[in-house]
């Protein structure tokens, strides 16, 4: 470069007015989000006294089993700017606690740009709900994180669910397979299990970001992720877009090294998709392994007429093989 | 057995506004070769043009002075009835068809009468909504300065195309015209606003220390908005010859490396009318 460093400093303006836009957005996310949170308590704790009040913000702490792990620092950056610039829109919600003291319900992002902006006081709203609520709200305005990866939302989402059901993990699983077998064989679910299947159908209409369909067939496969994989998405340590290249690596050595690779050089995605490419399996498959691998991706190659041609060529030569 | 998919339907035009906020940045340079380019792929493509001076009509080898009738002041005036007053340039038809609507300093006149009309910064959009064209691609050959014709083509826009200049003034420019479409984005309430399908660099010149920084500069100075930086459309004096005769380059150095530096903006163009 030339004999001093250019000035590169030309697009401050627009910047500016692009990440206002986004918070803005994210403010009118948030107020849309509030408002599907209300009509949910206004249906389930229509008899509980509400109370709209400001109240000092050290006065308000966080259920340490709820905190979020990690949050991404530009987003939360971008609420607190707006914060100081428009305020602090809508209102906590926060369930009393003894000694003046109350326990944070939803708006841990909110809280936590409040505080960067040395707010001294937020508008809360206490809600005199149950553990059970309680639990069942956090979880529902944790998925609406912007920064959710597909793994963390699906787990959240069956945390949700294992909630609302009175059931473990594993139970919801293989409920959820259950009325997805049930649905496409079309037959009679017993009377419990109707039961159960309308509190599902609830929890996705709720969220409103993913068919329960979708969820059990795209969803639940990424909880198959090798381990350690899984721990370093909740981590942090990589991206959701490479962990599924990762994951794909089906000898452990290899995968690790990769996985290992990746986060210590932060390897990008093409240059993954490459090493990925470059590791080759250790044991030769045999021809029938092969076979079936190629019969398993078939069906969508012929979704291409070109392909599909080729294809049908190729089935005649077969049908002679074997009928020789 | 079905066929590929063709390249475009009719359901699907784009229409695509190129811009800029300092003058002599390449905006006729690009709507032309664009337009060449698509149509040596088999695409039809209207040329719209808004701007004031008589580029569009030089670089194409037009007449500069033609009658009212046949301009885009015409098309947007109340006298227009539907009858799209299109040309075809000599070298218009490759294979698809260009065809050219001229502006010229007529739209000096009509841009204040703008001021006057309901539905003014809607105007050219009511047109191609009751009169459509049947192109795949229009595109909007805009003037330098931000007004209210450059609110006519954001209106109308699917696409928006900024060419730049590696120098200060070029850049600082492109810095006010993205906040401009921001705002105006906003303040016209164009949902889904027109997509920003990226900034090039143009009359690159190796040359100048002073461009080739900017250049390596510049994805990075438009990262923090996600605005993509296409591959830079090198100076070529062979631009000016070719405008001379009023002819693409390709047509009058054919294999001149400045007919390349055109491709990546075509290919994403015909990719993205494919994707419907």
């Not at chain 1, 669910?161 to 409920?175: D, G, M, N, P, Y």
């Not at chain 2, 910064?121 to 300065?145: K, N, S």
């Not at chain 2, 420019?173 to 399908?197: H, V």
Request: hydrophobic share 40%.
């Amino acid at each position: 470069m030339g004999k001093a460093t250019r000035n590169a400093d030309f697009f401050s303006l627009s910047q500016q007015t692009a990440e206002l836009e986004s918070a803005q957005e994210r403010i009118a996310e948030l107020e849309a989000f509030n408002q599907q949170l209300q009509t949910l308590v206004g249906t389930q704790v229509s008899s509980h006294a509400k109370n709209a009040i400001t109240v000092p913000i050290t006065s308000i702490v966080r259920d340490p089993e709820q905190a979020r792990r990690w949050f991404d620092p530009e987003e939360q950056a971008k609420l607190t700017a707006a914060m100081r610039e428009f305020g602090f829109r809508g209102r906590l919600w926060v369930r009393a606690l003894p000694d003046s003291k109350y326990q944070l319900v939803a708006g841990e992002r909110r809280l936590r740009s409040a505080l960067a902006a040395e707010f001294t006081e937020v508008p809360v709203e206490i809600l005199d709900i149950d553990d059970d609520l309680a639990i069942v709200l956090s979880l529902l305005e944790n998925l609406q994180r912007v920064d959710l990866n597909p793994i963390e939302e699906t787990q959240g989402i069956l945390r949700l669910l294992s909630r609302r059901l009175q059931c473990s993990v594993a139970e919801v699983t293989s409920l959820l397979y259950r009325m997805k077998n049930q649905q496409q064989r079309q037959e009679e679910p017993t009377l419990e299990e109707s039961q159960a299947f309308a509190t599902i159908n609830q929890v996705f209409e709720t969220i409103g970001r993913i068919s329960w369909m979708s969820f059990i067939t795209m969803r639940l496969p990424l909880l198959n992720f090798p381990q350690e994989i899984l721990d370093a998405l909740q981590q942090g340590q990589i991206e959701y877009t490479k962990a599924t290249i990762i994951a794909r690596v089906k000898d452990e050595q290899p995968r690790l090294q990769l996985l290992q690779d990746t986060i210590a050089n932060n390897l990008s995605l093409s240059e993954v998709k490459l090493r990925a490419k470059e590791i080759k399996p250790s044991r030769i498959p045999s021809l029938q392994e092969e076979f079936k691998q190629v019969i398993k991706a078939l069906p969508k190659a012929l979704k291409d007429p070109r392909k599909a041609k080729a294809a049908q060529a190729l089935l005649e030569k077969l049908k002679q093989l074997v009928d020789e | 057995m079905a066929k590929p998919a063709p390249i475009a339907t009719k359901t699907k035009q784009i229409v695509l506004w190129i811009g800029a906020n300092s003058g002599g940045v390449s905006k006729t340079t690009l709507a032309i070769h664009i337009a060449y380019e698509m149509a040596c792929h088999g695409l039809d493509v209207a040329i719209l043009d808004l701007d004031t001076n008589v580029s569009m009509a030089q670089f194409s080898g037009l007449s500069k002075n033609p009658p009212w009738e046949e301009t885009i002041s015409y098309v947007l005036s109340d006298e227009f009835s539907g009858n799209w007053p299109l040309v075809t340039p000599s070298w218009g038809n490759p294979n698809g068809k260009v065809e050219i609507c001229r502006g010229g300093p007529v739209m000096v006149q009509t841009g204040l009468e703008l001021a006057l009309k309901k539905r003014r910064e809607y105007i050219l959009q009511d047109r191609l909504t009751d009169f459509p064209l049947p192109h795949q691609l229009v595109i909007l050959d805009c003037p330098a300065t931000l007004g209210s014709l450059n609110d006519v083509a954001l209106a109308v826009s699917t696409h928006l195309l900024i060419p730049v200049e590696l120098t200060p003034k070029s850049l600082s420019g492109c810095d006010a015209l993205l906040t401009w479409y921001r705002l105006s984005c906003k303040e016209m309430r164009l949902n889904p606003p027109p997509q920003i399908l990226g900034v090039v660099p143009a009359r690159y010149n190796q040359e100048e220390s002073i461009q080739r920084d900017y250049l390596k500069l510049l994805p990075q100075m438009l990262g923090g908005q996600n605005i993509h930086c296409y591959p830079f459309i090198r100076y070529s004096r062979e631009f000016i010859n070719a405008s001379e005769r009023g002819i693409p380059l390709p047509l009058h150095r054919k294999s001149h490396k400045a007919c390349q530096d055109f491709l990546p903006i075509c290919n994403d163009l015909i990719a993205s009318l494919r994707d419907n």
